[in-house]
């Protein structure tokens, strides 16, 4: 059997397998299959064609530009998943593990792009949080803006999801629009090199953007600075082994770390036996404990149940394990397949002996288990075990050691505050999930736990049916956890891409920040167009441009009118006497929707034109009240541009209505569609 020699991408070039190479064996028969590592890689080339010329590259690119790269990446990945699930066999992962692993990781991406188009402008400037007036008149000013770090990202990446774990810190660094150095473990890197072939053999990735470290990095951390993020997903000890590089301390380098974490799964005191959340909270226990041969930093460790239902869990549980068919995973009765290495074996067996030490084992014997279709002798294959420790308060290992497999550990709680200091006891998780139909369980247990926890799933009957699992990150969604956790964030959104970005205070006048930030700031320099703003196509028209309506005198018989016809006759409107009686109003006074519907006629263009429809409203605000006989004119002012398609865009309008005094009565951002 010929064996992959694993290549680096390193400085534009593919670099083959050298000094320091490392044999790789198959999880399923210990024979080795491929060979990674070089100690001769150039490091500094690699960081500084990344600075150099990478980081250039993406950031002259405008989000929506690599929102844009970032799709078809992750269509192009979509149509070599079958190559990449054949390499991921190796590494004990059944067909259902990959869909967790590519799939995952393929959509993950997708999520990215479409919030990079929708959630972000398309711009080179991502404005974080509202103006904020520093002067008496609204001359000097404050907003917060954040930009592309100008250095290199190193993505160091965990063994057990080889193409998820990758995507989901390199989606959102690409989107910041800085470059990636990856470094994938060793164990499975045959399969992340495979994906990175992949994305660069598309064309869509400028020169420099992605950079693969199949093996060892050297002196890389040795090497970064200020402008750098480590991205660092794996075991605590090796977290502070590498956040301790005193370069990395010296130089202030951003460090994201996702590591250890003893999750826990609780089930709620009103989820006993024979209700639809006890099934629930076995179901998913089961299921985390064997996706991925339990190899997820998300897996439940800790299993805590009400004192009365720990019989009964085990049991259940225990059926449910029993009926888990391990062996090949290529096999389609295969359920659960071989952790990725020999060597992750030894470690299992050795944490799940300590946890053994003070929690009996009650299910699974890695001495005496049935393995379909494969090498028991020289595959990683363990059984799913399943231990109960009757003195969770006393005992110490099992809220201190992983056991990285399908090991999990059944305790007891008294009560709900019980509850909630054994799952703190962890230390801090990325997550903790409640199964339970009870609302005030729910909150108790977000008060008294949330600190702990970078996620909370809360599942019952009613969300049972789309619930996506305890075990699965969603890129919408925050993925970290204090403490032993690592103190870090991924995902989350938006949110996950601000951690390749720096947040700058800038202050100035508003045209100043106008010109920085790409939105029309209330204050600067107003534009007259050509034309009225609504007969202009998307591409025509000019951050600030502004038109300034006559006014119109607002009348007792319209509000009539209006309240008639409506049937929103609310006193202030109709009864002079008790408005005035009213502290907010000096009598009887107008609608703010009625103001706001004069308002579109006092700005609309009622002709066909480019102004294809009108999605929304946003912050609206009625400043002071009109009364009969007040002027109300309209300033409409074009604050952002949004480009969605090839044929339309969204327009974002800055609305304020004023009286005859020129006193602000209302304002609020319009949004409509405009042809491009």
């Not at 192009?76 to 067909?95: M, N």
């Not at 259940?316 to 659960?336: F, K, N, Q």
């Not at 020289?378 to 110490?396: I, W």
Request: proline share 5%; glycine share 10%.
């Amino acid at each position: 059997m010929s064996i992959q020699q694993v290549n680096s991408f390193a400085a534009g070039a593919w670099v083959a397998p050298g000094v320091g190479a490392r044999d790789i064996a198959s999880a399923i028969t210990g024979h080795v299959i491929a060979r990674a590592g070089n100690d001769a890689l150039d490091v500094q080339a690699m960081l500084d064609h990344a600075r150099d010329v990478g980081g250039p590259a993406l950031r002259a690119m405008t989000f929506h530009d690599r929102a844009r790269m970032l799709k078809g990446l992750a269509a192009c990945l979509g149509q070599h998943k079958a190559a990449l699930y054949d390499l991921s066999f190796d590494t004990g992962a059944t067909q259902s593990d990959h869909v967790v692993d590519v799939d995952g990781g393929i959509g993950t991406m997708f999520v990215f792009a479409s919030k990079g188009r929708r959630e972000m402008p398309d711009g080179h400037v991502y404005v974080d949080g509202e103006v904020e007036q520093l002067s008496r008149t609204g001359s000097f000013l404050g907003q917060h803006i954040c930009t592309p770090m100008q250095g290199v990202a190193v993505h160091i990446n965990a063994f057990n999801f080889p193409v998820w774990g990758m995507l989901e810190k390199l989606a959102p660094t690409l989107l910041a629009g800085m470059p990636a150095i990856v470094k994938p473990a060793t164990n499975s890197c045959y399969v992340t090199e495979l994906a990175v072939r992949v994305m660069l053999e598309s064309g869509l990735l400028p020169a420099g953007a992605l950079q693969l470290v199949s093996g060892g990095i050297g002196d890389m951390l040795d090497r970064l600075g200020g402008q750098d993020v480590v991205s660092f997903t794996g075991s605590a000890d090796t977290a502070l082994m590498l956040r301790a590089n005193p370069e990395i301390l010296r130089n202030s380098v951003r460090f994201v770390a996702e590591q250890d974490s003893l999750n826990a799964s609780i089930l709620g005191p009103d989820a006993v036996e024979g209700t639809p959340e006890f099934d629930l909270f076995i179901k998913e226990a089961t299921r985390e404990m064997t996706t991925k041969a339990g190899q997820k930093c998300t897996a439940i460790r800790r299993i805590i149940a009400p004192e009365a239902q720990v019989d009964a869990v085990i049991a259940a549980l225990s059926e449910r394990l029993a009926a888990v068919t391990i062996g090949d995973p290529r096999l389609e009765t295969t359920r659960m397949g071989a952790l990725v290495s020999a060597g992750q074996k030894r470690d299992v067996l050795a944490k799940a002996a300590i946890i053994g030490q003070e929690a009996p084992r009650v299910f699974g014997d890695p001495d005496n288990f049935t393995i379909e279709g494969a090498d028991a002798a020289n595959g990683a294959f363990v059984p799913p075990m399943l231990f109960h420790c009757t003195d969770p308060d006393g005992a110490t290992a099992v809220h201190e050691v992983e056991a990285f497999g399908p090991v999990s550990t059944v305790m007891g709680y008294r009560d709900l505050a019980h509850a909630i200091t054994l799952a703190n006891r962890g230390q801090g998780s990325l997550v903790a999930s409640v199964i339970t139909n009870d609302p005030g369980v729910a909150r108790e247990m977000a008060l008294g736990a949330g600190a702990y926890h970078g996620r909370l799933y809360f599942n019952n009957r009613v969300s049972m049916k789309e619930s996506t699992g305890h075990g699965s990150p969603l890129p919408h969604m925050v993925h970290g956890g204090p403490g032993r956790a690592g103190g870090g964030e991924e995902l989350g959104g938006v949110r996950g891409v601000l951690h390749y970005m720096q947040r700058t205070a800038i202050q100035g006048s508003p045209d100043i920040l106008t010109a920085i930030s790409g939105t029309w700031v209330p204050g600067a320099a107003e534009v007259k167009g050509p034309a009225h703003p609504f007969t202009r196509r998307f591409n025509e028209l000019s951050i600030g441009e502004t038109l300034n309506s006559d006014p119109r005198v607002v009348t007792s018989e319209d509000i009539e009118h209006f309240a008639n016809f409506t049937g929103d006759t609310f006193y202030a409107h109709m009864d002079d006497a008790a408005a005035k009686r009213n502290p907010f109003f000096p009598g009887r006074v107008a609608h703010g929707y009625l103001l706001l519907s004069f308002a579109a006629g006092l700005f609309v263009e009622p002709n066909e034109g480019p102004v294809l429809a009108n999605t929304g409203l946003d912050n609206l605000r009625f400043m002071k009240p009109v009364s009969p006989g007040d002027a109300i004119n309209v300033r409409l002012t074009v604050k952002r541009k949004t480009q969605r398609n090839d044929d339309y865009g969204e327009v974002r309008w800055h609305v304020t209505l004023y009286n005859q005094d020129a006193d602000k009565v209302a304002e609020y951002e319009l949004l409509t569609m405009v042809a491009y």
